[in-house]
């Protein structure tokens, strides 16, 4: 069993950023590979980022490549999204999910753990 606990969202103007963190305990994190997702008001959850459970491996949704970049550390059992440049559309409940695989996915029916989300608005 893993808990995650997703951290760092708040209010942001366009163009400025954010780090959020997810945080896991019940096991080693370095087990398993995490995905962001996202799900705006009325709105789909749609990925947004995954990494690999060493870390070395990620992909991205293309609406997010060039601007967030995700990170593992697995001595700290956290995993991070730093996200530059925010857009207005970016404004979402973020969600991190872990999966106990060497891969990690852009389909949220691959997680079997997921934090509560956390709230991201970026103001135009």
């Known amino acids: 069993q893993v808990q995650l606990v997703e951290s760092g969202g708040g209010l942001v103007q366009a163009g400025g950023s954010l780090r959020l963190s997810c945080a896991a305990s019940?096991?080693?994190?370095?087990?398993?590979?995490v995905g962001w997702f996202r799900q705006a008001p009325g709105k789909e959850r749609e990925f947004v980022a995954a990494i690999n459970w060493s870390g070395l491996s990620t992909d991205y949704a293309d609406s997010v490549k060039g601007r967030f970049t995700v990170s593992k550390d697995n001595a700290k059992n956290t995993v991070y999204l730093q996200m530059n440049s925010l857009k207005p559309e970016d404004t979402a409940v973020y969600y991190c999910?872990?999966?106990?695989?060497?891969?990690?996915?852009?389909?949220?029916?691959?997680?079997?753990?997921w934090g509560q989300g956390t709230q991201v608005t970026v103001s135009s």
């Open positions: 999910a872990a999966t106990h695989t060497l891969r990690g996915s852009a389909s949220s029916w691959d997680y079997k753990y």
């Open positions: 019940g096991r080693t994190f370095s087990d398993y590979a």
